[in-house]
């Protein structure tokens, strides 16, 4: 039996063991899990960021790609105006009011011989000290410094990424490539090598990408577009031309003016003029001329004056012309239609001396291409990077959950939870989302081992316990099972003794060996005390067989228990003596009370047998019998001389089939329920049993019954 249990206690461990290490285990796949689910979460809010700045993004660029161009002009004629018009209406730029305007700053146009055209002011006129001009005279000289380098370089052509060359000169090449800021192509180099790994995920906002936009085809009155078209030129309004001329053609250069005059003496077609000297205007303006040394004052006059002539009579004969053409326009049924092809944005970054300032690593610049007919024009604007990054820090602000924060940078931050690149197309933004509390999840995972480990020590006691109590058990069933053991073969000793001398006693006198009569008399006096002797026997064994099965039944009546008592002594008298001792009584005066007259013969009877059996050796063979009242108890007490009981044994002789020594070296009779029923008998009077020393020497054991009136 012990080795089942020790084979049950081993994998019971093993099991409990197995359990600890899948458990622990599974909160290491939790850890893991969380910090994964927290890694979704960024990445979604990521992604939400993204989705919502593309948007925004979307919106703003299909705006700007929607614009008619002629808002980049500071006047201009609008489409429902009728052809056949002499006097065409002239309207203000919708851009003119502010430089800013949402995500542009400062559109302009560029036209086809270098010329910068902006909605903030009209071109030929005086620049008014107004803020305005001044912001946008600020901005131009920027544009003339760090973005027609990268469009014409030192040739006259224009070239954006992506898209096909924009001639400002037949006769000179296009560029390669756009230029683009070294320093920019490092911090884009240095992202991109950091954009790896889990906690690193790019996000490209495809709003710039050609297949993002389209193409726009539109269809305007040749009419308008050729006024507009003068007006962009800058000769809509002669007045202001005029005042323009003297001071522009002061600043020539004598070889421009000389070229001049070489074309009035040779009266060269106008076109050709009207070509040269506004040429030479442009130049003027753009700054690019100087004096030539040594030409006196008075030559520069009259160059002046015949270069002012033959442009102003140049001109004349243009407005002419177009008047004419309008006429014709004007006589034919069907109008002349001019087809505009306006190309999507194109993105430019340009370096300049504070480009380090700037995340994108430079001046992002947002060109389209407007073709109208043989005419080119770039129009655009500068990105509001300012403006930008308030709109990210919007949309992240709108998607931020619980415990989380963010910054924006060119870098990625060692320390943040997780960094979205934002792909612009024209650059990367790095958005850092960082926790607010690092160590939350860690926290979590402490307290859920904290839980785990508990449950586990709580589990592991119950084990260990059940186990010892499973072994408690087992050993428990073992003892039992020998005190069984023990009380059959009792038993069968205790029913052979008597029916053996019964038998004896009756051969004897049946066969008529016995002659004297005290012998027949002793005979006979032998054989009833062991028929009583085997009754009480019987009688234990079956009031406990009676008593486990719980079909013990007690009668209680009122009646006088010393006299019980007395006749269970008297009865016991010749037994007693038999075995050489003598009973004394000691009754104190009780009260009529209620109880079982069975159970109290039953336990004087057990408590006498009792003292006989093992006071056998003792000097003093007296037994007393006494009863005595304390409270609301009935005391019964039998008191022996005997060599007592151990104290770490009183408790268990009251145990059923308990016994003293060995059954094979025990020299007293007895079964092991004799006490053991006189426990249950007092219970069943709500009472107790106890052992007391008896003096010198010896034990007493005291019955209370509870006395009931």
């Given amino acids: 039996m012990y080795k089942r249990i020790i084979i049950v206690s081993v994998i019971i461990l093993a099991a409990l063991c197995g359990l600890t290490w899948l458990g622990y285990h599974s909160i290491q796949i939790q850890a893991r899990g969380m910090k994964g689910a927290r890694l979704g979460e ?41 052809a056949a018009q002499q006097q065409m209406p002239l309207l203000r730029s919708p851009l003119g009011d502010s430089i800013n305007n949402e995500l542009a700053y400062g559109n302009f146009q560029i036209e086809p011989d270098g010329r910068i055209v902006t909605p903030y002011y009209e071109p030929g006129q005086v620049v008014q000290d107004s803020k305005l001009s001044q912001q946008a005279q600020v901005y131009l000289s920027n544009i003339e410094k760090n973005l027609l380098p990268v469009l014409n370089g030192s040739t006259g052509v224009f070239k954006l990424p992506s898209r096909d060359s924009f001639v400002l000169d037949s006769s000179t090449e296009p560029l390669a490539s756009p230029v683009i800021d070294t320093d920019k192509k490092e911090v884009a180099k240095k992202i991109s090598a950091k954009g790896k790994g889990a906690r690193t995920r790019e996000y490209r906002i495809q709003s710039l990408e050609k297949d993002s936009q389209k193409e726009q085809i539109i ?40 070229r001049l005059l070489q074309m009035a003496e040779e009266e060269l077609p106008k076109d050709r003029r009207l070509k040269v000297a506004q040429e030479v205007l442009e130049e003027q303006k753009l700054g690019q001329s100087n004096d030539r040394p040594g030409l006196s004052q008075r030559v520069r006059t009259k160059q002046t004056q015949v270069a ?10 243009s407005q002419v012309e177009q008047l004419q053409v309008v006429k014709m326009d004007e006589s034919t049924e069907q109008e002349d239609i001019v087809q505009i092809r306006i190309e999507p944005f194109v993105p430019v970054v340009v370096g300049q001396a504070s480009a380090e300032q700037s995340v994108f690593g430079g001046q992002v610049f947002m060109l389209r291409h407007v073709q109208i007919e043989n005419r080119h024009l770039l129009q655009g604007f500068q990105l509001n990077e300012k403006k930008l990054l308030e709109e990210v820090k919007d949309s992240t602000q709108r998607f931020m959950r619980e415990g989380m924060d963010f910054e924006l940078s060119q870098a990625q931050n060692t320390d943040a939870a997780f960094a979205a690149i934002l792909d612009f197309g024209f650059g990367d933004l790095v958005l850092n989302l960082t926790e607010i509390d690092p160590a939350w999840i860690g926290r979590q995972i402490d307290r859920l081992r904290n839980w785990y480990f508990s449950i586990i ?12 109590s499973l072994w408690r058990n ?4 073992l003892k039992l099972a020998q005190k069984k053991d023990d009380f059959i073969s009792a038993v069968s000793h205790e029913l052979r003794t008597p029916l053996t001398s019964i038998r004896m006693y009756s051969e004897m006198l049946e066969k008529n060996w016995v002659k004297s009569q005290d012998k027949v008399t002793e005979y006979y006096r032998n054989m009833r005390q062991e028929s009583e002797r085997l009754s009480r026997l019987i009688e234990n064994v079956l009031d406990f067989s009676r008593i486990q099965k719980g079909r013990k039944k007690y009668t209680f009546s009122l009646g006088d228990i010393n006299k019980c008592i007395e006749d269970v002594v008297e009865m016991m008298r010749p037994y007693a003596a038999q075995n050489g001792f003598s009973i004394k009584t000691d009754f104190a005066r009780l009260s009529q009370t209620s109880f079982d007259s069975d159970a109290v013969t039953q336990i004087v009877v057990n408590l006498l047998d009792n003292a006989v059996k093992y006071a056998r050796q003792a000097a003093d063979k007296t037994v007393t019998v006494r009863t005595k009242t304390q409270d609301t108890l009935i005391l019964i007490e039998v008191e022996d001389h005997g060599p007592g009981i151990p104290h770490r044994q009183r408790k268990k002789v009251f145990e059923e089939f308990y016994r003293t020594g060995s059954e094979a070296t025990r020299e007293t009779n007895g079964t092991g329920l004799g006490l053991a029923l006189v426990k249950k008998f007092a219970e069943a009077h709500n009472g107790f049993v106890e052992i007391l020393n008896a003096k010198p020497m010896g034990a007493v054991f005291r019955v209370s019954l509870a006395l009931k009136g």
């Avoid at 020590?457 to 010892?468: C, R, S, Y």
């Fill in 308 to 317: 002012a002539d033959m442009l102003k009579a140049a001109q004349a004969e």
């Fill in 474 to 477: 087992a050993r428990a069933q």
């Fill in 457 to 468: 020590g709580i589990v592991l006691l119950a084990v260990l316990l059940g186990l010892a």
């Fill in 42 to 82: 960024f990445a979604e809010v990521a992604e939400q960021i993204k989705q919502d700045v593309k948007r925004k993004l979307d919106e703003f660029i299909q705006t700007e790609q929607n614009r008619p161009y002629t808002d980049y002009q500071y006047y201009y004629v609008p489409e429902n105006v009728a």
């Fill in 219 to 258: 269809t305007q009155k040749r009419a308008i577009v050729t006024e507009n078209v003068m007006h962009s030129a800058g000769v809509g309004g002669q007045q202001a031309e005029s005042k323009m001329l003297p001071e522009a053609l002061e600043r020539q250069r004598p070889e421009q003016t000389d």
